[in-house]
């Protein structure tokens, strides 16, 4: 587990959070890579799994990265370590719950009424009716902290705008969207997040 690795590492005096920080280095030289070929997609994510390789000047190599990852669990240490992570990343996500009741009957008034000359309801009217009234979060919205879990938000932040001096100004395409959106260009948790698994797999 990582939890050992790094109590391991610190035994050894070596400085768990600078080599932390040297990997998070890596995962945000690897997500400004493929920026721009990454679709924005407010209404899905993804999960990256990460394979690292530590050599022994505690230089980190990015060997590759998974999208998707498998989350089968076949050792005990993976439902420790899978079943974590699936609990943090709904909590985080905290997708909004949708009436299928009322979802079939929409269906069924939009077969019943086609070719006719009724107009539809309105998009907001049938979202409120499926969500019962709820709102859900806005991409770029903050996160309440304990919906984050072991999840930790490395962009936006100090040390993203660090190696990428010219999209934390803004600019061209990002300048552009960042415009439109109100808002600096950010790639959203957990699209651009690191999760630390030492405390649940300790």
Not at 110 to 136: D, K, N, Q
Not at 169 to 190: C, L
Request: glycine share 6%; charged share 20%; net charge positive.
């Amino acid at each position: 587990a990582l939890s050992s690795l790094r109590a391991r590492l610190a035994s050894a005096g070596i400085d768990v959070g600078v080599l932390w920080s040297r990997i998070i280095d890596v995962v945000l030289r690897s997500l400004h890579a493929v920026h721009d070929a990454i679709p924005a997609q407010p209404n899905a994510f993804e999960l990256y799994g990460y394979d690292v390789l530590v050599d022994d000047s505690l230089k980190p190599w990015l060997i590759e990265v998974n999208s998707s990852p498998s989350l089968a669990r076949d050792h005990p240490l993976d439902v420790t370590i899978k079943n974590a992570l699936l609990e943090d990343t709904l909590s985080l996500i905290a997708p909004p719950h949708v009436d299928r009741a009322v979802w079939r009957e929409m269906l069924r008034w939009r077969v019943a009424e086609r070719g006719t000359s009724r107009t539809p309801p309105s998009f907001a009217s049938e979202l409120c009716a499926l969500l019962h009234g709820a709102t859900p979060r806005a991409p770029g919205a903050p996160v309440p902290k304990a919906s984050v879990g072991l999840y930790e938000r490395i962009a936006p932040s100090p040390q993203w705008d660090r190696l990428n001096p010219g999209r934390a100004r803004g600019g061209g395409r990002e300048a552009a969207a960042s415009a439109v959106a109100g808002r600096q260009p950010r790639f959203d948790v957990p699209a651009a997040a690191t999760r630390r698994l030492a405390a649940r797999s300790s």
